[in-house]
């Protein structure tokens, strides 16, 4: 194990029991009668802590807080430089903690690199909003809730108001729905799958809320005759496989030109041969790659790549047992799955057409450009995507034709703040990022004066003169 990850190790102390964060701390009160929600390591299967689900009292109370914050202008009427002041040093506070809070995550989902990033979607979200002076209620993950409790107490510590972050335990069809069911919360902003993603609309919209859903996806990355092809087997290897393939934008089909698909084929089932040899305990730094998030999760690969209808599995393809040869770390007792990749695949089958959300990638033979693009755009969603070639002219042509929202060219995963971020077909609604996200967390209002003086507005504006004259609205 790094010794640098075994400080960290060293100085983190989990609560015995974690509860709501509401109205300006967490929530004290007894178990008794509480829904108790057990997190364990997935690389161990041995239990971390306990966290309280919200009850129905406490997502009102929170409501409530928020509402308070809001309307009394201590935060929504703050001037842009306080905010900004606040929010800066808010990111100073978390800059700091990073080492800290990656063992976090780590310790509740898998590697150092976590289950879907649930610190880094959260703020995605959160930064925005509150920039633009809005009370937030986060209900993040039930698996992986600690990370964004921790970073509501900092920013209460940065000096962001009581009420004005909030976070409430528990989970999605309990928790979640109660929260979004409120008319008087006005913005739904989430990450989820697409069935939720649906499920979740249709309460927003009864209330008639502003929504946004980042959901599911199925990315394709295409590699030209023309790419460089170690590079390219780099970057699709970390676009499939980083977080354990648990992000909503994991390269998960493969199209490879025929030209060159079986010098990069060979290379890439090396580079996969090594990740799995290379796989141990997660807080080992040589660890290359750590478990999915929950035995759920695992029952849902396993289930999905034994179904499927065609193709040949080449690499991985079974749960991982025994002990790692990277360090000793025994695989049987987490939920650890090898980089998986299947040639040959029939574009009706399941493990093209839905999303895996673990480290499975299909390959597939292209010929001709448009044969690839038709490849890459023969799924329900439309996320992210990525494309290997060197020539620009191909890199925006291709791009411009793909039905996803984010394509990188020569690179995966990268997220620049200021760039928009969000899917089209079934993959969500509306964008996070750049200046679509803060529009998102704001409502345009017009304001019309008349500057005229009395005299003037009593002499032309009476519509209803009894002078005789014509007048025209408008």
Not at 250 to 258: A, D, E, I, M
Request: proline content about 5%; overall charge negative.
């Amino acid at each position: 194990m790094g010794t640098g990850m075994s400080s960290q190790i060293s100085r983190i102390a989990f609560k015995e029991l974690y509860t709501p964060f509401i109205g300006g701390g967490y929530v004290s009160r007894s178990t008794t009668g509480a829904q108790i929600i057990p997190l364990t390591n997935p690389a161990t299967g041995d239990k971390i802590t306990d966290v309280i689900s919200s009850s129905s009292e406490e997502v009102r109370q929170a409501v409530d807080y928020a509402q308070v914050a809001f309307e009394s202008g201590v935060w929504s009427n703050a001037s842009i430089q306080q905010r900004s002041t606040v929010l800066s040093r808010l990111a100073v506070s978390l800059k700091s903690r990073v080492p800290e809070l990656a063992v976090l995550e780590s310790l509740q989902t898998d590697f150092q690199a976590p289950f879907n990033h649930p610190l880094l979607i959260a703020i995605k979200k959160i930064a925005p909003a509150l920039a633009m002076g809005n009370s937030v209620i986060v209900k993040p993950s039930e698996l992986a809730p600690i990370s964004v409790l921790e970073f509501a107490q900092m920013a209460l510590d940065a000096g962001v108001p009581s009420g004005v972050l909030q976070v409430l335990t528990g989970a999605g069809p309990t928790t979640g729905v109660e929260l979004i069911s409120d008319p008087r919360i006005r913005k739904v902003d989430i990450t989820a799958g697409t069935k939720t993603g649906r499920e979740i609309g249709r309460i927003v919209g009864e209330n008639l809320g502003n929504y946004t859903a980042e959901l599911g996806g199925k990315a394709p990355i295409l590699v030209f005759e023309d790419a460089c092809i170690k590079a390219a087997v780099n970057g699709v290897a970390f676009a499939a496989f980083i977080a354990s393939g648990q992000t909503c934008v994991s390269g998960t089909r493969l199209l490879v030109h025929s030209k060159v698909y079986d010098e990069f084929m060979a290379q890439f089932l090396e580079k996969t041969r090594n990740i799995t040899n290379r796989i141990g305990n997660p807080l080992n730094y040589a660890s290359s790659m750590g478990p999915v998030v929950s035995s759920r999760a695992l029952s849902r690969i396993i289930s999905m790549v034994s179904n499927r209808t065609s193709g040949t599995i080449v690499m991985g393809g079974e749960r991982m047992s025994g002990k790692s040869p990277l360090d000793g770390f025994d695989l049987s007792q987490g939920y650890f799955y090898p980089p998986t990749v299947i040639e040959n695949i029939d574009i009706r089958d399941e493990v093209w057409q839905e999303e895996i959300f673990g480290p499975v990638i299909v390959v597939k033979r292209f010929n001709h450009e448009q044969e690839g693009v038709n490849l890459a755009n023969a799924n329900k969603y439309g996320l992210g995507a990525g494309i290997w070639t060197q020539d620009l002219s191909r890199a925006h042509r291709v791009s411009a034709l793909i039905d996803s929202g984010i394509v990188w060219v020569n690179c995966h995963h990268r997220n620049d703040p200021s760039s928009p971020w969000g899917g089209m077909k079934e993959s969500g609604i509306g964008r996070e990022n750049g200046i679509e996200a803060f529009e998102c967390y704001s409502q345009s209002k017009s304001v019309i004066i008349n500057y005229a003086s009395p005299e003037e507005i009593q002499e032309k504006e009476d519509w209803f003169a009894d002078d005789g004259e014509e007048r025209r609205y408008g």
